[in-house]
T-cell receptor
């Protein structure tokens, strides 16, 4: 399984952009990069995924390095509701969605 | 459309008791999984299924059994509960096979305490 490295915690202010980094230097060439988040006392929630190109959806943007060894989840305008643990997961398919420790994001009002 | 429904939400068991955690989804998803999350930790995969009649082990399968007789249901059985199985259990389901996938939907969890 590909290993990921994420900061244990990050802090940002409400209405400011947030960039959450993830290193996955051992990722396979065919693994997609998935991001999930887990709000307090809830189950994880899918955020976004991508392979090589940058991706956007209503929740966030995903910027993937050209060598695919790292990626950055971008929350364009953080709200208090975005306070959560964010997980970066190289997904191998076959149900192998393996969670690491993630980054705990705190949003200050 | 209820998504992934887990019951019960809370349960207290005595050591040695058995029980079944229920998981049901109404999205016609082929893939279903069970995870446990210990306090302050990430999720760990217990068992998973890629369709009715097909199950396989994840990272931490010992002490748990699963079966998948229908597409909708994926129950998790604790054979003889131990304090080490105190955890929050999440069930998840997904439609798209392969690496692309379009996201897993998670239930709200079952908080289990074994005393």
């Amino acid at each position: 399984d590909a290993k990921t490295t994420q900061p244990n915690s990050m802090e940002s202010n409400e209405e400011e952009p947030v960039h959450l980094p993830c290193n996955h230097s051992t990722i396979s060439g065919t693994d997609y990069i998935h991001w999930y988040r887990q709000l307090p006392s809830q189950g994880p929630e899918y955020v976004i995924h991508g392979l090589t190109s940058n991706v956007n959806n209503r929740m966030a943007s995903l910027a993937i390095a050209e060598d695919r060894k790292s990626s950055t989840l971008i929350l364009h305008r953080a709200t208090l509701r975005d306070a959560a643990v964010y997980y970066c997961i190289p997904y191998q398919g076959a149900q192998k969605l393996v969670f690491g420790q993630g980054t705990r994001l705190t949003i200050n009002p | 459309n209820a998504g992934v429904t887990q019951t019960p939400k809370f349960q207290v068991l005595k050591t040695g008791q058995s029980m079944t955690l229920q998981c049901a989804q109404d999205m016609n998803h082929e893939y279903m999984s069970w995870y446990r999350q210990d306090p302050g930790m990430g999720l760990r995969l217990i068992h998973y299924s890629v369709g009715a009649g097909i199950t396989d082990q994840g990272e931490v399968p010992n002490g748990y059994n699963v079966s998948r007789s229908t597409t909708e249901d994926f129950p998790l059985r604790l054979l003889s509960a131990a304090p080490s199985q105190t955890s929050v259990y999440f069930c998840a389901s997904s439609y798209s096979p392969g690496r692309a996938n379009y996201g897993y939907t998670f239930g709200s969890g079952t908080r289990l305490t074994v005393v």
